[in-house]
């Protein structure tokens, strides 16, 4: 899952994801990523975190208690300084906007028992 205020990035993303195989959803705000995970269980969800309304940590702790497994947790953002706060707040991975393609494709590739599709 991919949750982005920007549908351009988020969606963008996602092509990325299915063009190398990888199934991918998109969310554009909080309550829509809550919605998704109704009908979609993620093993990773890739999340923008300074978002309107409701920040990606806060997203990232109600995903995490709604999904039946904990899923692989990936920060993204334009502020460097955020990293620290993203490994305390349990996330997995943090990359500074916009991410290389091949460095988050290499993260995905990495992950312990995961195969595209």
């Known amino acids: ?64 208690a709604q999904l039946a497994g904990r899923p692989v947790l990936v920060a993204l953002t334009g502020r460097p300084h955020l990293e620290h706060r993203s490994r305390s707040r349990a996330f997995d991975h943090h990359f500074l906007k916009p991410v290389e393609p091949g460095v988050l494709l290499d993260v995905l590739d990495g992950l312990a028992g995961s195969s595209p599709g």
């Open 1 to 64: 899952m991919v949750v982005d205020d920007s549908p351009d990035a988020a969606d963008s993303l996602c092509q990325l994801l299915w063009i190398v195989d990888y199934e991918a959803r998109a969310a554009y705000s909080g309550p829509a990523a809550v919605a998704l995970a109704d009908t979609f269980a993620p093993d990773v969800v890739v999340l923008d975190i300074e978002m309107p309304g409701e920040d990606g940590y806060a997203l990232a702790d109600r995903l995490c």
